[in-house]
């Protein structure tokens, strides 16, 4: 049974007593211990201290994957600030955005960054000192020879932010939301209740820490006392052969790294038996994908719908419903949401409940949830109701079983005719034709039906793709409201830096001198 910790503190110092000489983190073919990891983290807590980063401060790490990322997060746990950590995937004045908002004391980069830290240090007048980690010219491992362990532990509330992750939005500048105490660990507690780590888990980190997707799933392995191997970037047949040289038990990756596992020549000649539970989230998943990597990785297949406000997961589809033929239509369900967590659909515009099987809005409440935007009061009030439930933003649907359907952004909602229409079930469809790579739908500028649905497609490679026979397609399997009237072709669809398509850019041209119906 997983203890109950009432701060992350506390979980630090448990296990580096119960387990002091286990191996909690390997890297680069280092590794720590429980008993290493507090020493190292009490002293960087003492040189945060002597730098003068006290209580409601912030301090940034820009870097691939490194385990100083986690370190510093404990240690700002310890002394009552937050580690803002960026997404080393965003353009220059987006990184610089981050870093002013946060109003980071101290800025701790990695190698492949530090030269552009550098370019940037007038830039960010609150940065008082930039630490480089790791390369020729570390000072991370100086910092802490220099400083004596300090292992006092400022009084924490349960509501402090300890950890700011940055929402990675398609429309605007990132915001800031402040993960606390409660919120991470009742997030670990939730996913542990719903999907155990036995005694002996080996848990592969690849998924970048400035996401849910890494920070968060590294305080579930380190709640459960699990062992971690972090990677510090992810490659397909890198990640195989860490499941098999590690006897890795449990990952959490997403969908287009998942493409990429299936599409590795050898895949199927490696051994996979220590895998038990290989979660997948953040976008959605082409069912073709999702088939190949049910037969490489069979009966280990979990699907997980989350969001960086809820530190991470809220539902999941377990293998059985990836297995079973007669649920099928399950696979493209979030699945049932984990314990302590409650899911309604509201209607948007309203508030109100809509009955079950009807469309709506995905409304979340559990302790998971954020403090809040940083220092964003009204986005915050937009995002989170006065009693508790957070407006996830997702339109989708529950059915008469309890599972959830989530099947668009709100705002990517196209209105034809009266009728709601969700681009991604049509993305689903088109994703099956053999002569598409990838795809996006969009809608358009209608003057009957004041929008209608437009496929914005890349051809598979070695494909040429026929507009009139994709429609066609699509009339086959979807009802013909919802089928798109036109069909472009382009070379690539323009992504965020974590990968999600920038529908807004794709609609722009169209609606030029034009305003679009939203919800």
């Not at 989350?306 to 369900?333: F, I, K, Q, Y």
């Not at 409304?363 to 109701?385: C, F, H, N, S």
């Not at 049509?426 to 809608?443: C, F, N, Q, W, Y």
Request: negative net charge; charged residues 20%; hydrophobic residues 45%.
């Amino acid at each position: 049974m997983t203890p109950h910790f009432p701060d992350i503190p506390s979980l630090l110092a448990h296990w580096a007593t119960e387990r002091a000489d286990d191996e909690v983190v390997r890297f680069d073919g280092r590794t720590w211990t429980w008993r290493e990891l507090q020493e190292r983290v009490h002293r960087l807590a003492g040189a945060l201290r002597a730098a003068g980063v006290g209580p409601g401060d912030r301090i940034a790490v820009l870097d691939l994957n490194h385990p100083s990322c986690l370190e510093l997060t404990l240690a700002c746990a310890q002394i009552g600030a937050a580690n803002a950590v960026v997404n080393f995937r965003l353009a220059p004045p987006e990184i610089v955005y981050v870093i002013n908002d946060a109003e980071a004391k101290l800025l701790f980069v990695g190698p492949e960054f530090a030269a552009a830290a550098e370019s940037l240090r007038e830039k960010v007048p609150t940065v008082e000192r930039l630490v480089r980690i790791g390369g020729a010219d570390d000072e991370y491992e100086a910092l802490l020879a220099a400083h004596d362990p300090d292992p006092e532990v400022h009084p924490v509330a349960p509501d402090d932010c300890f950890v700011q992750l940055y929402t990675s939005g398609t429309t605007g500048f990132p915001k800031g939301a402040m993960l606390t105490h409660r919120g991470m660990l009742a997030h670990a507690a939730n996913v542990l209740a719903e999907v155990p780590m036995e005694a002996g888990a080996v848990v592969q980190v690849a998924m970048p820490l400035f996401h849910v997707g890494g920070t968060s799933y590294s305080f579930v392995a380190m709640t459960a006392g699990a062992r971690m191997v972090i990677m510090r970037i992810p490659d397909p047949a890198g990640v195989l052969d860490m499941f098999v040289a590690e006897r890795i038990t449990h990952t959490f990756l997403v969908p287009a790294l998942m493409a990429a596992l299936a599409a590795v020549p050898d895949a199927a000649d490696r051994d996979y038996s220590s895998l038990k539970i290989l979660s997948y989230g953040a976008s959605p998943i082409p069912l073709p994908v999702l088939r190949a990597c049910v037969a490489l990785f069979p009966g280990t297949l979990q699907q997980v719908y989350g969001m960086t406000e809820a530190c991470g997961v809220v539902t999941t589809l377990g293998p059985a419903d990836h297995e079973n033929p007669d649920v099928a239509h399950r696979l493209v369900s979030a699945g049932t949401p984990i314990p302590g967590v409650e899911i309604e659909i509201r209607d948007p515009a309203t508030g109100d409940r809509v009955p079950t099987g009807e469309p709506g809005e995905v409304w979340v409440r559990t302790e998971q949830l954020m403090a809040g935007y940083w220092r964003k009061p009204d986005a915050t009030a937009a995002a989170i109701t006065d009693d508790g439930w957070l407006r996830s933003g997702d339109g989708g649907h529950v059915d008469a079983d309890g599972y959830v359907y989530v099947t668009d952004r709100i705002k990517d909602m196209i209105i034809s005719g009266g009728e709601n229409i969700y681009p991604a079930e049509i993305e689903r469809v088109l994703a099956e034709h053999p002569d598409v790579g990838d795809v996006a739908v969009i809608g358009v500028p209608d003057d009957r039906w004041g929008e209608v649905g437009k496929a914005v497609v890349v051809a598979a490679p070695g494909a040429t793709v026929d507009e009139e026979s994709l429609l066609a397609y699509c009339r086959e399997h979807l009802a013909s409201f919802k089928c798109p009237k036109s069909v472009d072709v382009v070379a690539e669809l323009p992504r965020n830096p974590t990968g999600k398509v920038l529908k807004k850019d794709l609609r722009a041209p169209y609606w030029e001198g034009r305003e679009r119906q939203t919800v």
